[in-house]
C-alpha cells in the first residue's frame, strides 16, 4: 500500500521564480492538505483541497494556488518566490469521513529559494 | 489569536519515562493529535483525544483535559529511537489543524 508520495524531494529556485509541487495521497484517502514548515517550526497550514476545490485557506498570501485532479493527487503553486518561502512543504491525505481524520504525511519538498 | 505551547526541548534517559506538556487556546475544539517528528523526516502520527482522558497505546500514552486546554503525552521505557520532535496539534472549529512549534525529546544513554 502505497503512502503519501511528494515530488520533487529538493529544489532551488531563485527569487521572482515559480514553482510546482506535487502529491499523491495514501491510496483511498480523498482529501489532501498542504503545510509549510519553516526549521524548527511546527507546520503552518496552507490549504486543504477536497473533491478537487480548496474546501479551508490559511493566512497564506494568494501567490500560494493549487489543484486537486480527479485521482485526487494534488499540486502547489508558488509565484513569485521570495527568500522567506525557503521551507519543507509537506503534503498530507485523510479521509474526510475518517473518524479521526488523522492526516499521513509525504515526506515533503526542500524548497531552498536564492 | 490561536496558540499552542510546548516546552522548546526536553532530555530523558534511556529507560526512563517523560512527560511533554501541550496547552492550547483555540477557537473551538475537535480534537488533538500528537506526532512524531524526526529531522529531517516528515511527522508521524502518535494519538489523537477528543475526549477527556487517557488514551493508551504500547509505550505511548496522551491525556486530555479540555476544560484546562491541557494535554500530555507520555512516554515509557524510553528508548534512542525516541530521540525526535513531537509536535501538538489541534483541530479547530472549521476542522483546521493549529500545530505548536514541537518539542525536541534528547535520549541520553
Known amino acids: 500500500d502505497a503512502g503519501v508520495t511528494q515530488s520533487p524531494t529538493h529544489l532551488i529556485k531563485t527569487r521572482g521564480q515559480q514553482v510546482t509541487l506535487r502529491c499523491s495521497p495514501k491510496?483511498?484517502?480523498?482529501?489532501v492538505s498542504w503545510y509549510q514548515q519553516a526549521l524548527g517550526q511546527g507546520p503552518q497550514f496552507i490549504f486543504q483541497?477536497?473533491?478537487?476545490?480548496?474546501?479551508q485557506r490559511g493566512n497564506f498570501p494568494d501567490r500560494f494556488s493549487g489543484h486537486q485532479f480527479p485521482n485526487y493527487s494534488s499540486e502547489l503553486n508558488v509565484n513569485a518566490l521570495l527568500l522567506g518561502d525557503s521551507a519543507l512543504y509537506l503534503c498530507?491525505?485523510?479521509?474526510?469521513?475518517?473518524?479521526?481524520?488523522?492526516?499521513?504525511f509525504g515526506p515533503g519538498t526542500r524548497l531552498t529559494v536564492t | 489569536g490561536q496558540n499552542i505551547d510546548q516546552p522548546t526541548e526536553m532530555t530523558a534517559t534511556e529507560g526512563a519515562i517523560v512527560q511533554i506538556n501541550c496547552t492550547y487556546q483555540?477557537?473551538?475544539?475537535?480534537?488533538l493529535f500528537w506526532y512524531q517528528q524526526h529531522a529531517g523526516e516528515a511527522p508521524t502520527f502518535l494519538s489523537y483525544?477528543?475526549l477527556d482522558g487517557l488514551e493508551e497505546k504500547g509505550r505511548f500514552s496522551s491525556f486530555l483535559s479540555r476544560s484546562k486546554g491541557y494535554s500530555y503525552l507520555l512516554l515509557k521505557e524510553l528508548q534512542m529511537k525516541d530521540s525526535a520532535s513531537y509536535l501538538c496539534a489541534v483541530r479547530d472549529s472549521n476542522y483546521q489543524l493549529i500545530w505548536g512549534a514541537g518539542t525536541k525529546l534528547i535520549i541520553k544513554p
Open positions: 491510496s483511498g484517502h480523498d482529501t
Open positions: 483525544n477528543v
Open positions: 498530507a491525505s485523510s479521509w474526510a469521513t475518517g473518524r479521526s481524520g488523522e492526516q499521513y
Open positions: 483541497y477536497y473533491e478537487e476545490e480548496e474546501r
Open positions: 483555540t477557537s473551538g475544539f475537535n480534537g
